[in-house]
């Protein structure tokens, strides 16, 4: 793949929201078309690489309390993949998921050695489908921790391709970092939306390639 092109010691990588409730593996809630055995074992096979490699590895954690405003349990007469507007903005409804402290919102691969995880979506009232910020504009610590890292370089990938890794890319190119996303470690909720995604954060900027 295209490392070559990217020194180590300033390229993180960024595995987004690898988590048992996106899984089928887990029959999660809210799971994620192809993500079967082999697919998980690709990501966790290149993630250990990756940190084997010298790459600072950090990973993002869904992580909501259980009255979080983007269960459709939690807003009475919606039903799954619904949109409503709240506050001005769109709100898919879904399944609850990744409730704090309970094994759905636990992430699934491991990497011997020390990597960092952030977590969002933390706010009741607020959805958070990028690393960076929430939907209120609320900072994760993610661009601080990146820039104490030293890191100019990112290499993205995980779940979904068309929520939470899009807008986590998206924001990374906001911010001047400089990302590739690694799609075949990608996967997508809905065909559509996912087409629409990968064609999104190319033409921002984002260089797509293979594991
Ligand atoms: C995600 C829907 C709701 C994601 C998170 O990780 O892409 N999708 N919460
Ligand atoms: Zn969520």
Redo the contacts with the bound molecule.
């Keep these: 793949m295209g490392e070559q092109s990217f020194f180590t010691e300033e390229t993180g990588v960024i595995v987004?929201?690898v988590?048992a409730d996106?899984t089928e593996i887990k029959s999660g809630a809210?799971a994620?078309p192809g993500t079967d055995d082999p697919y998980i074992d690709s990501v966790e096979t290149a993630t250990r690489r990756f940190f084997a490699q010298g790459f600072a590895v950090y990973f993002t954690q869904?992580w909501?309390p259980a009255d979080h405003v983007?269960f459709y349990t939690n807003n009475p007469g919606t039903e799954p993949l619904q949109v409503i507007e709240i506050n001005g903005r769109p709100q898919?409804m879904?399944p609850p998921?990744?409730v704090q402290g309970t094994p759905g919102a636990e992430i699934i691969i491991t990497v011997k050695g020390s990597t960092k995880t952030v977590r969002k979506?933390t706010e009741p009232q607020f959805?958070s489908?990028s690393g960076f910020a929430d939907d209120g504009g609320h900072k994760t610590e993610l661009d601080n921790l990146l820039r104490q890292d030293g890191i100019k370089k990112l290499i993205i990938y995980?779940?979904?391709t068309?929520?939470?890794?899009k807008?986590t890319v998206l924001d990374a190119l906001e911010a001047g970092y400089q990302v590739e996303l690694v799609l075949d470690l990608c996967r997508g909720?809905s065909p559509e939306t996912t087409e629409s995604a990968i064609q999104e954060m190319q033409e921002r900027g984002a260089t797509i390639i293979n594991n």
Excluded: I, R
Aim: glycine share 8%; net charge negative.
């Design positions: 987004v929201d988590q996106f809210l994620v869904d909501h983007s898919v879904w998921h990744c979506g959805d489908y995980g779940l979904a068309d929520y939470c890794v807008a909720v």
